[in-house]
């Protein structure tokens, strides 16, 4: 091939590689993004079946903003990379059907708005008032901390680290800096909020599958915080539209798509400086690679051996637990919310609100039946014909549970816990959905290891946890991964999981790349 | 709302805790093992095993039905391994190289999935006169040969939370395959319902799978074939074709599915009495398996671009190809004509998998089969397999590489 020389390569378009691919392009760059399938996206894909679209994950975002107010995701989305999406904004957290720890049985939906929230939470737990209003303030002050320190990401000390303007954050940010890094539920306790309260707000665990008692009360806060204020959020285009208008906009800038085409290789000189990629259609030329791709992955099979991975490398790789992973049920009925009495978008069903017993849970196929249901309809009318809703019922695990079956029972082990999420939905929520399905599909880990191909189908990259906390990645942004010219980004980049959070990352790691190529 | 919330409660001391955050990272990182990182995991090799690029096949065995004007293929995996498991109902997509040509064609699978288990998979082809690829492949292809296929795809299968328990499949000549599959998996065990089929057959004698489907009969009574004769009269048939009386006789008192597989005109006649039943939309399933031979015929088809011949231009990677391109067919087989390697597999424009994009130029996609995602449709991606030339046109069409 002639003429296949790239400023920058990006492989994989994901979210994260995407917004990674179109941050380099904005800076002038000729641009090269691959995938090996024949449509961008990654997790944000999306599926038809029958007359019914179907998003393959839960395309929600948190903490994007409004115009005028928006958060970092939004900023990068909106306003750096001008993305031609339109959001619907969700007015409730969730509604949730469970038994707390104390034994009392809640079934309510929570609101968003800080004051709307405040006051929901007294009426259920009469005593929260008051916490509720120190536990937002503090979520706030993280957020703000966070955005600060997000802004201020250029400085490096000697020893690799970001530098933290120390005196800016005591005088500002003093609360979080003393809470920050404590686990979620300490604090919780800490500033007297009571336990059922406690319970209420640990529900997002579905979406987290961390142990409270440990993971940093930044992280959960952070992440009911923006919920509350700025609404979890959708876009109307679906997941695959919005992977479209990243593409629309990538070309618009020059870059280049090329579907149906794998990186084999990440190749290097004899001194470990990175050349080019070779891929199904022969080697592009490259200095800089940027790889939506999970750094196990990355160093193992794709990188070339010419390049010396240093030992931190494999240490901070070997350090890291993967994270959750997902059994979806997505489905499509013949009926409308109305007919069918639904008014809830989100619904978590845990059974149990005890944090504990549902991490135990979801390490066993038996007992994990812990689900959470969005249904799109609710927010966007349009998601499926007129007369119809879709719907996705999701179950997450810490372990792999998957792995044992054989093919044969691989579909009966599919059904049988679909049919016993329904079961719960219809005993806990009385809406009859069983008679009405017109389409269906049941994805496991397994699914999930064959399209993303990420490790033991995980979707979240790594745990986070108490020694491997979001800001203590991010302070070690530019100390890991420090082979000059190859990054990773994605779900398993120093953000975690999520739209808005690999979005994010994609946009760290180019603005890194960026840096490199002009020899910072 | 004022949320000036100072918080005392907590020490200064947890400032220290926030500024070793970096430090307890990296004594956790160096206290990890410093080996070479193995990405190896059971799952990943489960999927991959399930869900290959294509399985290597070779012909075992072919099975003459003389009289159909047709072949059973058995096939064998090349490579040793067990074939991929399926659900009874799915099809394989095969790749042809035929001539200057790199065709596909999908056949649904006809031998129960318990045989891919045990290394076998068959698929049964019958002649097609004026057709392309099944009588170059009843005429050329022999025990032995080498040929890729797919896993098993497509979702005609039956569903336990989306089907009734009795399904009533409507079957046209070799469209009977798939449902020779249900009966095998119902018999084995893997599937639990009630399969009625409808068989049409010209004549008794043209029958295919006779025997082998009184034989699934003597075995379990929860498959039930009735066959339907257009152009012979007999003891113990049905004469005339599928009607929505005829389907009303057999479909007892319980609920019921409609599963609908055959030739085009097969199933346009078909899909008509089954409108008569009033059935909910859920209750009626059809597999195309190709899309339509009279794009003319369809709703909203510009009627002069009928008969044509438009310059259609493939960019694929850095090549560009131009060629010829019939507004009659399919675009798809405009790119395959012209011995472009292009990646494609249902061919009724429902798995996407031969998506391109449109740079210029119009094309006409029949509704029917329009499977493409909603932002697609939105911008121009079209599916080619499912779309006809309106006008001269460029396409960006993805490589198959494997």
Same mark, same amino acid.
């Given at each position: 091939m002639s003429n296949s020389k790239f400023d920058c390569v990006v492989i994989g378009a994901g979210l994260s590689g995407m917004s990674a691919a179109i941050t380099v392009a904005q800076a002038g760059k000729k641009v090269l993004l691959l995938d090996q399938h024949?449509?961008?996206?990654?997790?944000?894909?999306?599926?038809? +079946?029958? @007359?019914?679209?179907?998003?393959?994950?839960?395309?929600?975002?948190?903490?994007?903003?409004?115009?005028? #107010?928006?958060?970092?995701?939004?900023?990068?989305?909106?306003? #750096?990379?001008?993305?031609?999406?339109?959001?619907?904004?969700?007015?409730?957290?969730? @509604?949730?059907?469970?038994?707390? %720890?104390?034994? +009392?049985?809640?079934?309510?939906?929570?609101?968003?708005?800080? /004051?709307?929230? &405040?006051?929901?939470?007294?009426? $259920?737990?009469?005593?929260? @008032?008051?916490?509720?209003?120190?536990?937002?303030?503090?979520?706030?002050?993280? =957020?703000?901390?966070?955005?600060?320190?997000?802004?201020?990401?250029?400085? =490096?000390?000697?020893?690799?680290?970001?530098?933290?303007?120390?005196?800016?954050?005591?005088?500002?940010?003093?609360?979080?800096?003393?809470? !920050?890094e404590r686990p979620f539920n300490e604090v919780m306790r800490k500033i007297g909020m009571p336990e059922d309260a406690i319970d209420l707000l640990d529900v997002y665990w579905t979406y987290i599958g961390a142990d409270y008692e440990k993971m940093s009360f930044v992280h959960q806060a952070w992440m009911v915080y923006m919920y509350t204020h700025y609404q979890p959020t959708i876009n109307k285009e679906n997941a695959?539209?919005?992977?479209?208008?990243?593409?629309?906009? $990538? %070309?618009? *800038?020059?870059?280049?798509?090329? *579907?149906?085409? +794998?990186?084999?290789?990440?190749?290097?000189?004899?001194?470990?400086?990175?050349?080019?990629?070779?891929?199904?259609?022969?080697?592009?030329?490259?200095?800089?690679?940027?790889?939506?791709?999970?750094?196990?992955?990355?160093?193992?099979k794709l990188l070339d051996e010419n390049v010396k991975v240093p030992v931190r490398?494999?240490?901070?790789?070997?350090?890291?637990?993967?994270?959750?992973?997902?059994?979806?049920?997505?489905?499509?009925?013949?009926?409308?919310?109305?007919? *069918?009495?639904?008014?809830?978008?989100?619904?978590?069903?845990?059974?149990?609100?005890?944090?504990?017993?549902?991490?135990?849970?979801?390490?066993?196929? /038996?007992?994990?039946?812990?689900?959470?249901?969005? &249904?799109?309809?609710?927010?966007?009318? #349009?998601?499926?014909?007129?007369?119809?809703?879709?719907?996705?019922?999701?179950?997450?695990?810490?372990?792999?549970?998957w792995g044992d079956f054989t093919q044969r029972e691989y579909v009966h082990k599919k059904q049988e816990l679909f049919q016993k999420v329904m079961d719960n939905f219809e005993k806990d929520t009385g809406i009859i959905i069983h008679d009405c399905i017109e389409e269906i599909e049941l994805a496991s880990p397994w699914t999930f290891a064959h399209f993303l191909n990420t490790p033991e189908g995980t979707t979240y990259g790594y745990m986070v946890d108490d020694w491997d906390t979001m800001l203590s990645r991010l302070m070690a942004i530019r100390k890991d991964q420090p082979i000059k010219g190859f990054k990773t980004c994605g779900a398993a980049g120093a953000r975690g999981d999520g739209y808005n959070m690999t979005y994010t990352n994609g946009w760290d790691m180019a603005n890194i790349i960026l840096e490199e190529m002009e020899g910072k | 709302m004022a949320l000036n919330v100072k918080v005392g409660l907590i020490g200064l001391l947890d400032m220290l805790k926030f500024a070793n955050l970096a430090k307890k990272r990296e004594q956790y990182i160096a206290a990890s093992p410093a080996e070479e990182i193995k990405a190896d995991y059971p799952i990943n090799n489960l999927a991959k095993a399930m869900h290959p690029d294509y399985q290597p096949l070779v012909i075992d065995e072919i099975i003459d039905h003389a009289a159909a004007g047709a072949k059973t293929f058995v096939f064998k995996r090349a490579d040793g391994q067990p074939a991929c498991y399926f659900r009874a109902g799915q099809y394989i997509s095969l790749k042809l190289p035929i001539g200057d040509s790199f065709v596909t064609r999908p056949y649904s699978i006809s031998s129960s999935p318990?045989? !891919?288990?045990?290394?076998?998979?068959?698929?049964? &082809?019958?002649?097609?006169?004026?057709?392309?690829?099944?009588?170059?492949? *009843? /005429?050329?292809?022999?025990?032995?040969? /080498?040929?890729?296929?797919?896993?098993?795809?497509?979702?005609?299968?039956?569903?336990?939370? @989306?089907?009734?328990?009795?399904?009533?499949?409507?079957?046209?000549?070799?469209?009977?395959?798939?449902?020779?599959?249900?009966?095998?998996?119902?018999?084995?065990?893997?599937?639990?319902?009630?399969?009625?089929?409808?068989?049409?057959?010209?004549?008794?004698?043209?029958?295919?799978?006779? #025997?082998?489907?009184?034989?699934?009969?003597?075995?379990?009574?929860?498959?039930?074939?009735?066959?339907?004769?257009?152009?012979?009269?007999?003891?113990?048939?049905?004469?005339?074709?599928?009607?929505?009386?005829? &389907?009303?006789?057999?479909?007892?008192?319980?609920?019921?599915?409609?599963?609908?597989?055959?030739?085009?005109?097969?199933? +346009?006649f078909v899909a008509r009495e089954v409108e008569k039943l009033g059935l909910e939309r859920k209750y009626v399933r059809q597999e195309f398996l190709g899309a339509t031979k009279t794009v003319w015929k369809q709703p909203e088809y510009p009627q002069a671009c009928r008969d044509k011949v438009f310059k259609l231009t493939v960019k694929q990677g850095p090549n560009e190809t131009v060629c010829d391109c019939s507004s009659n067919e399919p675009i798809l087989v405009a790119i395959e004509r012209a011995g472009i390697k292009a990646p494609s597999r249902c061919r009724s424009g429902e798995c996407g998998w031969c998506r391109s994009r449109v740079i210029s130029g119009d094309v006409f996609v029949p509704a029917e089969t329009d499977g493409r995602r909603w932002a697609d449709k939105q911008c121009t991606e079209i599916h080619p397999c499912a779309s006809f030339a309106l006008s001269d046109i460029t396409i960006v069409v993805p490589g198959e590489y494997y």
């Open positions: 024949n449509l961008p996206g990654g997790c944000a894909s999306s599926f038809v +079946r029958g @007359r019914f679209e179907f998003d393959a994950s839960l395309h929600e975002f948190c903490g994007l903003g409004k115009p005028g #107010d928006w958060g970092l995701p939004g900023k990068i989305m909106m306003e #750096d990379h001008g993305l031609d999406v339109n959001w619907l904004y969700i007015p409730e957290l969730y @509604r949730c059907v469970g038994t707390a %720890r104390s034994g +009392r049985k809640f079934d309510t939906v929570l609101p968003t708005g800080e /004051e709307e929230l &405040i006051e929901k939470m007294e009426e $259920l737990v009469p005593g929260s @008032r008051e916490p509720m209003k120190v536990f937002l303030s503090l979520a706030k002050e993280c =957020v703000e901390a966070n955005d600060y320190f997000s802004a201020n990401m250029s400085t =490096v000390k000697k020893d690799g680290m970001l530098k933290t303007d120390s005196l800016y954050f005591m005088k500002n940010f003093s609360n979080f800096l003393k809470v !920050a695959h539209g919005l992977s479209m208008a990243c593409v629309e906009k $990538l %070309r618009e *800038l020059g870059g280049e798509l090329w *579907l149906n085409t +794998r990186a084999l290789k990440v190749c290097a000189d004899k001194e470990g400086n990175i050349t080019g990629v070779l891929t199904d259609v022969g080697m592009v030329e490259t200095n800089y690679v940027i790889a939506n791709v999970n750094p196990e992955i990355a160093y193992n490398e494999f240490k901070r790789v070997n350090a890291e637990k993967h994270g959750i992973r997902f059994f979806n049920a997505y489905v499509a009925c013949n009926k409308s919310v109305e007919e *069918l009495g639904i008014k809830d978008y989100t619904i978590f069903m845990p059974g149990s609100l005890d944090n504990a017993q549902n991490i135990k849970d979801s390490k066993s196929y /038996e007992d994990n039946t812990h689900s959470v249901v969005v &249904i799109y309809n609710v927010v966007n009318p #349009d998601a499926s014909p007129k007369g119809t809703c879709t719907m996705t019922f999701t179950i997450c695990y810490t372990e792999d549970v | 318990k045989w !891919a288990l045990e290394g076998k998979l068959a698929v049964t &082809i019958k002649t097609n006169p004026g057709g392309f690829a099944a009588d170059w492949m *009843l /005429e050329n292809l022999k025990v032995g040969d /080498e040929i890729k296929g797919t896993e098993g795809l497509g979702s005609f299968y039956y569903e336990k939370h @989306r089907d009734q328990k009795h399904v009533i499949a409507l079957a046209g000549g070799s469209g009977i395959t798939p449902f020779l599959s249900m009966a095998y998996a119902i018999r084995d065990g893997i599937e639990d319902f009630n399969l009625t089929i409808l068989f049409g057959s010209r004549n008794e004698e043209v029958i295919l799978f006779k #025997d082998e489907f009184d034989a699934i009969m003597a075995q379990t009574d929860k498959v039930k074939v009735v066959h339907i004769l257009s152009e012979e009269e007999k003891d113990g048939y049905e004469k005339g074709f599928i009607t929505a009386d005829l &389907i009303k006789k057999y479909a007892g008192e319980d609920p019921y599915s409609i599963f609908i597989c055959g030739p085009e005109a097969m199933y +346009r």
